[in-house]
């Protein structure tokens, strides 16, 4: 299961091509999936501090998709 389900903002990259992993962190990301399930991570690690288990998430970013896209991307990741 993947938790956090991003789009990398178009504006700063336009298609997978012109994606620089070199960058991944200095882009910006819209949020399509995952915020209930990183908030509840959140809290077990508050909880739990020396479990190593909660302290990695895995991510899947995505580059390029158009709106309706990203639409079908979201409402697939949240049912």
Not at 8 to 25: M, W
Not at 39 to 50: G, K, T, V
Request: proline share 3%; net charge negative; hydrophobic share 30%.
């Amino acid at each position: 299961m993947v938790d956090y389900v991003l789009l990398v903002d178009p504006v700063q990259v336009s298609n997978k091509e012109t994606f620089d992993k070199s960058k991944y962190f200095e882009y910006n990301y819209y949020v399509l999936g995952g915020n209930h399930y990183i908030e509840a991570q959140r809290q077990l690690i508050n909880e739990y501090p020396n479990n190593q288990h909660y302290e990695t998430m895995k991510c899947i970013s995505y580059v390029g998709l158009s709106d309706t896209e990203t639409k079908l991307l979201a409402w697939d990741h949240n049912t």
